[in-house]
């Protein structure tokens, strides 16, 4: 077997760097959102509304956008992905040049890429799955665990670089990444999955309310996933401020988030024995647990050390979420519609930055950090327990089992 026959078969490396690379963009963009924003002169209420308007349009854009990726005579995800990646570095370069300049134009683009970046996370997903759904040799665990050490290595070092040169340095970054990202999206070997025209336009012809109509138990379970998201939000885009009631700063900040997402690492990189054991199902609502658990556990914590620790419930919330939902939407989607359904996952994230971003700051600036977090503990037990009836509602349901092995 000659060395291109075996680059064929194994794309565990390639899809590695793609992750990798999206994930050092979206701990810049998203993960530093407050700290840049701040600096900018913005308020807390303020940069709620610039990411729940962000999250609304990426909400709106990408059941359209997957809708068109699923039809047979579509561009491939990997060309929209390049080609909303562009758009993101001409956005960055934009506000680069205008930087402490414009508060509108230090709005609009931050809040375009902001935008752009939540957009092409059902893409980044979407890639791995169908290459695995051709039989191409893949494991999705250790390509997502890639992504999460470089989200940690990346929150942790520009927590260092903005404690001692200053804000600015996120743009730069967030320029430097959506290039080197580009550039390996290229090189990654991509084909879109040929569908018969007749078969696939005729299933392709309904939207959401077809597809509501189909999947309506998965549905439901969306809605669950909208108030766990809200909790992640709400810790992940008011984490400045959170830090901050506990007695650190932005280099904690960089600190707390690294833990989270090193945490993750044995998750992800034990995922394929986790699935060989237990289905999909099972292990996405028993991260809704641990969604619950670190919620209760920010809230609660009295200082850096303790917020530190509850740091670690990661590896059953976030980690165990973000690979189940992708094997778990592939385990009872028909083919034709799995972009759509990945995309819906990540619109149910959008819509939850939408809700969780505007009245978070708003909850900040009016009743304090504290409320925020007690709010965020709620929402997670409820969507918790949502998703917990919903997910055994549907295995009774259920459709086959797509069986997994260390390769899918």
Not at 72 to 87: E, G, R
Not at 136 to 153: D, E, F, P, T
Not at 372 to 395: K, N, R
Request: charged letters at 10%; a positive charge; aromatic letters at 14%.
């Amino acid at each position: 077997m000659n060395s291109k026959n075996v680059l064929q078969k194994s794309l565990t490396f390639s899809y590695s760097l793609v992750q990798a690379f999206y994930w050092m963009n979206y701990a810049c963009i998203i993960g530093y959102a407050s700290v840049y924003l701040l600096s900018a002169g913005f308020t807390n209420t303020q940069i709620g509304v610039l990411m729940a308007v962000s999250g609304a349009v990426c909400t709106v854009l990408q059941p359209v956008i997957a809708g068109y990726a699923d039809r047979p005579d579509s561009l491939s995800i990997k060309k929209l992905t390049f080609l909303v990646s562009v758009l993101m570095a001409a956005m960055t370069g934009v506000l680069l040049a205008f930087s402490g300049r414009s508060k509108i134009i230090t709005l609009v683009t931050y809040g375009s890429v902001l935008m752009l970046v939540q957009l092409l996370t059902p893409f980044i997903y979407s890639m791995g799955i169908e290459s695995m759904n051709q039989g191409k040799k893949l494991n999705y665990g250790i390509s997502k665990a890639m992504g999460s050490l470089s989200y940690a290595v990346t929150v942790y070092a520009l927590g260092i670089i903005v404690a001692g040169i200053g804000e600015h340095s996120v743009p730069v970054c967030v320029l430097l990444f959506i290039l080197i990202f580009s550039l390996y999206l290229t090189r990654f070997p991509f084909k879109k999955t040929a569908v018969s025209g007749a078969a696939g336009e005729q299933e392709h012809s309904g939207g959401l309310l077809y597809f509501y109509k189909k999947y309506r138990i998965f549905c439901f379970t969306l809605i669950g996933c909208i108030f766990i998201f809200i909790s992640h939000v709400l810790l992940n885009t008011f984490a400045f401020q959170i830090i901050s009631i506990k007695g650190g700063g932005s280099s904690e900040m960089g600190s707390a988030m690294s833990i989270a997402a090193v945490c993750e690492l044995p998750t992800l990189l034990c995922f394929t024995y986790l699935i060989r054991r237990f289905r999909a199902s099972t292990l996405f609502w028993i991260s809704g647990v641990f969604f619950a658990l670190k919620a209760i556990g920010s809230f609660l914590a009295p200082d850096i050390p303790s917020y530190f620790t509850v740091q670690v419930t990661q590896m059953g919330a976030w980690a165990l979420n973000s690979v189940s939902a992708v094997y778990y939407v592939n385990s009872i989607m028909d083919p034709r519609d799995a972009i759509k359904g990945q995309a819906y996952v990540t619109t149910a994230y959008t819509a939850a930055s939408v809700f969780g971003s505007l009245f978070g700051g708003t909850l900040i600036d009016i009743a304090g950090v504290n409320s925020m977090l007690l709010f965020s503990a709620g929402s997670a037990m409820i969507g918790m327990f949502i998703i917990f009836v919903s997910v055994q509602a549907g295995e009774r349901q259920r459709k086959a089992y797509i069986p997994a092995s260390d390769e899918v």
